[in-house]
Each structure stands twice: as C-alpha cells, then as structure tokens.
C-alpha cells in the first residue's frame, strides 16, 4: 500500500515546477516584453514555495523552529530576500514595470551633519546604484527594480530576473529536500 504523499510537500513541487514552466516559457519568448511578464510572473509561484514551507515551520509541522528553518533557507538559498521583494513590490506596491522603468527605494540612516549620495545610470540593464555615506556609522537599505534586474544593499552588481529565478529554482531544489526530511509526519489528505 503506498503511503498517502503530504499535501505540503505536493505543493511545494507543484509550486516549484509552475515556476520552472514560467521560466522556461520566458526563454523560449524573443520579444522581451512578453519574457518580462513570464519572468515577473514565475516570482509568485517561486515564493509560494516558500511560503508553504516556512507555515509549516509556524505550524510545528517541521522538527526545528520557523527560526531554524529561516536560517536554514538563508543558508541554502541566499538569495531568497530579492524572490520576496520583487513579489512585495510587485503586489503591494506599484508593480514592477516594463518600458525600461527603473524603481528605486532607499532608507539611510546617519549621525546629525551626515551627507549621503545616492547616483546611478539611467540604464534598466546595468544602472550601478551606489550610495556612500560621510561616516561610517551610517547605514542604509535599498531596493533597485527595472523590467530587466533586480538589486538589494547586500548585491555589488544588479540581476537580471533569468539568471535570479535560475539560480533560486536550482537551490530551492535542495531546500525542498531539507523541507522533506524535516518533515515530522505525513498530513493526512483531505
């Protein structure tokens, strides 16, 4: 008799090759405008993924703590932070946009008479964001997106979506078999 499959981890997959078909539909587009949309679109299904993970972490469903679990996704997929800001952007704020727009959003903190720069080139592919700070307790927080990339404080260089996505489904691959050996029991199906 086989043992019923957890509707968890079916999911996680499900959500995994979604994405992998969006990625692999944005690919095979020439036009980019269409490949954006494919690639933008491959995000949600990406952090979904996720998402189902980590509430079964919530939800005791794991043998380590949501905590253990967030620093094990850290850990084996880096990269993560840049999948759930681009869905946050996209979704809750004005949308990540196409016609070579390049949204850029900043906080910098620094002592009283700091001085903060922030330049960068008008270039969707390679705008190069770069801030610097007159003293070195300063600290700041930026998010950078175009039609094309993606870039974070913690990035040196902007990511283009395809080589993002590429990268994050190959190390999701390796999470997703933690996430099954975590797993404390098999959820009955409903």
């Known amino acids: 008799m086989e043992v ?38 491959a995000v949600y299904p990406a952090r979904a993924a996720l998402e189902i993970m980590r509430e079964a972490a919530r939800l005791g469903e794991l043998s380590v703590s949501l905590q253990e679990f967030d620093r094990r996704v850290q850990e084996l997929v880096p990269r993560y932070r840049l999948i759930h800001a681009v869905r946050i952007r996209d979704f809750h704020r004005y949308g990540v946009q196409g016609g070579g727009r ?8 620094m002592p009283p008479l700091g001085h903060a720069e922030l330049s960068m080139y008008p270039d969707p592919v390679d705008p190069r964001p770069e801030i610097r700070l007159s003293d070195p307790s300063g600290s700041y927080k930026l998010l950078l997106t175009s039609d094309v990339v993606v870039q974070d404080e913690r990035e040196s260089r902007a990511i283009p ?30």
Request: aromatic share 8%; net charge positive; glycine share 4%.
């Open 102 to 109: 390049i949204m850029v959003e900043f906080q910098i903190r």
């Open 4 to 41: 019923p499959r957890n509707p968890r981890l079916a999911g996680v997959k499900e959500q995994v090759t979604r994405a992998r078909l969006l990625l692999d539909e944005a690919h095979a587009v020439r036009d980019y405008d269409v490949a954006f949309r494919k690639l933008i679109a």
């Open 161 to 190: 979506y395809r080589v993002l996505l590429r990268e994050y489904l190959e190390q999701m691959d390796g999470l997703v078999g933690e996430f099954e050996s975590l797993l404390r029991k098999p959820t009955p199906s409903s």
